[in-house]
């Protein structure tokens, strides 16, 4: 099953920024989103992963087989990582997080409090959530973001895995991760015309 | 579902996660008010009923601040509500935590803070059955509002604004039940009521508490 987004319009504070957005993610691919800052990328995920209602438009396929990962890494400075990560993975109906703690080297962390990390170490932790959901779809807002050299290497295997057992992932980062199987696909030309908002859209 | 209260309960009992501080707001209060009011046993009986529950409520309100806006900060808001959780579950259980690391302690601490204010014997009973009853409907009733005011920062005090008035009603019924039973006069009315705002609160305030949470996460 494929998500695929069908002249979509996404808005930002009742403000249409991009329109007429087309794209098709097959199970296995990656699609990594380009464009200025305030080209409306975030927006564009957020929208996708259903926590916006789309201006025009539709989205299909992204009921329930979505993981997102946002700016912030969604982590609880008084638990451990380990108790973070097995939060995460009870509330996809799942246990393991064996494989997250290995893939994304936090093995050696896994008992420290999350409070205590390094900004790298905790947005390892972030993306290491995605593997223990399980989701077939990953979105990722910025996953690069305050990682290291060997950090991102380890987050390309992870995607590389994870889009060889027939996920798929889509992605706004301006780093190249060296995935073969990775599109690009830059927002600017879908940049939206200055119009109206119908309505108030909060009670829509 | 479990696994979010199991969580919640986990950071409310750590360090800084506020378990304790409605508790110990209760008891200032309590404690508090005889020097106030002076040593007159006779007044202080006839008042202990509404000061206990003002307390409660007060206590409620003290913290329910905390409820989302932590996990509003920490993006983790985000993530539950893409989780396959439905967001009225998530916050029937968020207002279910509330409740227990809020509104039992206060429950359970009533009967021995009712002897600093002279409770008469006839009151323990009913001072906690009316509290038991009354104090689901402040953390639900406060969830919705912690729930309106999250995308705010420092929204206490319009939440405290928004909160109050539904309280109202609440404490109203609730001392009453109190205040009856201290007295020894029947308290079904007043306690039909009570019962009947609990239960309406926790019917149908999760469906609004989780709307207005869907559109402040635009």
């Known amino acids: ?204 | 579902m479990i696994a979010l209260l199991m969580r919640d309960l986990r950071l409310a009992v750590r360090a800084g996660g506020g378990f304790g501080l409605g508790l110990a707001f209760f008891l200032i209060v309590t404690v508090l008010v005889p020097f106030g009011v002076g040593p007159e046993n006779e007044l202080l009986s006839k008042i202990a009923p509404g000061v206990l529950w003002i307390g409660a409520l007060l206590a409620c309100l003290l913290s329910l601040d905390r409820i989302f806006a932590l996990d509003w900060e920490d993006g983790s808001l985000d993530l539950l509500a893409t989780a396959p959780l439905p967001m009225e579950g998530i916050v029937s259980i968020k207002a279910l935590a509330h409740w227990i690391t809020t509104g039992l302690p206060l429950v359970l601490a009533a009967p021995a803070l009712g002897v600093l204010l002279s409770l008469p014997p006839t009151g323990y009973l009913w001072v906690v059955v009316s509290l038991l009853l009354g104090t689901p409907a402040l953390s639900v009733i406060g969830t919705f509002g912690a729930a309106l005011t999250v995308s705010l920062k420092r929204g206490g005090l319009l939440m405290s604004l928004l909160v109050l008035p539904l309280y109202v009603p609440t404490l109203i019924f609730g001392a009453e039940v109190a205040r009856r039973g201290a007295m020894g006069l029947t308290v079904e009315t007043p306690l039909l009521m009570l019962a009947g705002i609990s239960f309406g609160a926790i019917a149908l305030l999760p469906f609004a508490s989780a709307a207005v949470l869907r559109i402040n996460l635009r």
């Open chain 1, 1 to 204: 099953m494929e998500l695929s987004v069908k002249n979509l319009a996404v808005a930002r504070g009742g403000v249409p920024v991009l329109e007429g957005v087309n794209f098709a993610l097959r199970a296995g691919r990656a699609l990594v989103l380009r464009g200025p800052n305030g080209a409306g990328k975030t927006t564009l995920l957020r929208t996708i992963a259903g926590l916006q209602p789309a201006f025009e438009g539709e989205v299909q396929g992204a009921e329930d087989r979505i993981a997102y990962a946002g700016h912030s890494d969604g982590i609880k400075a008084m638990l451990s990582v380990a108790e973070n990560l097995r939060f995460w993975a009870q509330v996809f109906n799942r246990s393991e997080i064996d494989g997250a703690l290995d893939g994304f080297n936090l093995r050696d962390l896994e008992d420290r409090n999350a409070g205590s990390l390094s900004a790298g170490q905790k947005r390892r932790l972030g993306l290491a959530r995605l593997m223990v959901s399980g989701r077939q779809v990953w979105i990722l807002d910025e996953p690069t973001v305050s990682l290291d050299a060997a950090s991102v290497a380890l987050f390309a295997e992870a995607v590389r895995r994870h889009l060889a057992e027939g996920g798929s992932a889509l992605m706004a980062t301006h780093i190249d991760l060296g995935l073969d199987e990775a599109e690009v696909f830059d927002v600017s030309p879908y940049r939206a015309k200055p119009r109206v908002s119908a309505a108030d859209e909060a009670f829509l």
